[in-house]
């Protein structure tokens, strides 16, 4: 069964360079603009990993992965925070709210797959 990643980026661009990356690596792709956006996937349905960006309107990620962490079904998903974000204490506000992994901008899409499988466990 194909696994569900949700990429969640203000960026059109960075949302469709990604999902078409994932689509072609044969994951199924959902998408949302901002956090807030994001939470209506969270409906039961199954999503196997979540990529977001930190900077966004509306709800950044940092607010999407504590609201993520409350969901009990949702909890221990793997979560990647993508972005051009430098800032250590940034950093640090993510990993108190148990973001999984950090990529930085601008990435290598092979690099990036590679971490993509790790998350989710996938040889």
Avoid at 74 to 84: Q, R, V
């Amino acid at each position: 069964m194909k696994k569900t990643i949700l990429v969640v980026d203000d960026f059109e661009n960075t949302r469709w360079v990604i999902e078409f990356t994932l689509q072609k690596s044969g994951f199924n792709v959902l998408k949302a603009e901002h956090g807030k956006e994001a939470l209506k996937f969270f409906d039961g349905r199954k999503i196997d990993l979540v990529i977001t960006d930190y900077n966004m309107p509306v709800m950044d990620g940092v607010e999407l992965v504590k609201e993520i962490r409350k969901m009990p079904d949702y909890e221990f998903i793997p979560i990647l925070m993508l972005t051009t974000e430098t800032d250590e204490k940034k950093k640090k506000l993510a990993k108190d709210a148990q973001v999984t992994g950090w990529v930085q901008k601008p990435f290598k899409m092979e690099k990036f797959l590679v971490i993509i499988k790790k998350s989710l466990a996938i040889t």
